[in-house]
Every structure is written in structure tokens, then in C-alpha cells.
């Protein structure tokens, strides 16, 4: 249950990161509360996540809006990235609850993560839209590897490899 007034409800500090990396941050909440409930006018929780250095510069901010009540429960994933400063190795992790308590506003918190990530890379061989090809060493075929990348790398470089052991 909620508290009556809004306010930060979780903090912890996140330690031994590294500075000038990305980040993805993201927990799982659930609205608790039977769409039923309440006459049908629940109060929907509604978060704020801050993530901030130890001395209390923020970094980033994400909301995730009011979290609908729904007639079965269902755990839904929100979250943010991030991009550590220079020399930053610690981070604060500040959840608020946004709306006020009463009939309502009951969520079920689970799998707070902070972790490391980087820009997407889809690579594959043109033509095919499958991303695990089994080919026949007899089979005399040329193919175009291809390789496409979402921002975020400093002067990219893409670099095929050949097994020839057919286990590396």
C-alpha cells in the first residue's frame, strides 16, 4: 500500500561501476489492484525513477505514466539508459511514488537491474532474415555478410571471423 502522500518510497546506491558507459536501468511493476476494484476508479500508481550521482546530480529521469489496473495481473518491464560520466563509479537509485495513497496506487516491485549495455548491432548474411544458418561444406556459394549498427560507438569497426574447427 502506498502512503498517503506522494513522496520517494526507494534509494539505494549502485557501486564499482564504470565511468563513461552505458546502462541500461529497468525493474518489473505490477499494478496490484483488480480493475474491479474500487468501483472501477482505482488510484493508478504512477513512478518516477531518478538516477543520480552520490552527490546529487541527476542524471537521467523516466516516468512511467499511471500503470493501468487490469482484470489478470501483468508484470510489465519500464526502464531507461544511461550514460555514466566520466569518473563516476557509484550511482543513486531514487524511486518515487507520484500518486497519493487510498483506494489504489498497490504495485508489486520486482527485478530492479542496472546493467551494462551498448548500442544494437544486427548482423547477417544478406538475403536471409534468420540469425542462426546451417550451410553443407559442399555447397559452392558466395554470400554478403552484412552488419548495421544504432548510434552510439565512437568510429565503429565490424570484423568477420571463420571457424576452422567448427567449434570457435
Known amino acids: 500500500n502506498a502512503s498517503n502522500t506522494p513522496g520517494v518510497f526507494y534509494v539505494d546506491t549502485v557501486k564499482?561501476?564504470?565511468?563513461?558507459?552505458?546502462?541500461?536501468?529497468?525493474?518489473?511493476?505490477?499494478?496490484?489492484?483488480?480493475?474491479?476494484?474500487?468501483?472501477?476508479?482505482?488510484?493508478?500508481?504512477?513512478?518516477?525513477?531518478?538516477i543520480e550521482t552520490v552527490t546529487g546530480t541527476v542524471i537521467t529521469t523516466y516516468n512511467t505514466g499511471k500503470i493501468p489496473a487490469r482484470a489478470e495481473p501483468l508484470w510489465s518491464q519500464y526502464g531507461t539508459y544511461i550514460n555514466t560520466p566520466a569518473g563516476v563509479t557509484s550511482l543513486v537509485i531514487r524511486i518515487t511514488n507520484n500518486a497519493p495513497g487510498g483506494c489504489g496506487n498497490d504495485i508489486a516491485l520486482d527485478d530492479i537491474a542496472l546493467r551494462p549495455c551498448g548500442p544494437k548491432i544486427?548482423?547477417?548474411?544478406?538475403?536471409?532474415?534468420?540469425?542462426?544458418?546451417?550451410?553443407?561444406?559442399?555447397?559452392?556459394?558466395?554470400?554478403?555478410?552484412?552488419?548495421?549498427?544504432?548510434?552510439?560507438?565512437?568510429?565503429?569497426?565490424?570484423?568477420?571471423?571463420?571457424?576452422?574447427?567448427?567449434?570457435?
Do not use: H
Not at 33 to 46: E, V
Not at 148 to 156: E, L, Q
Open 16 to 50: 564499482n561501476l564504470c565511468g563513461n558507459t552505458f546502462y541500461e536501468f529497468s525493474a518489473y511493476i505490477m499494478n496490484v489492484l483488480k480493475s474491479s476494484s474500487c468501483g472501477g476508479n482505482g488510484i493508478q500508481p504512477d513512478l518516477t525513477f531518478s
Open 122 to 168: 544486427n548482423a547477417g548474411i544478406n538475403g536471409l532474415t534468420l540469425t542462426d544458418t546451417t550451410f553443407c561444406e559442399t555447397i559452392d556459394q558466395n554470400f554478403v555478410l552484412e552488419a548495421s549498427y544504432t548510434s552510439g560507438y565512437a568510429n565503429p569497426r565490424v570484423q568477420w571471423q571463420l571457424s576452422t574447427d567448427n567449434i570457435t
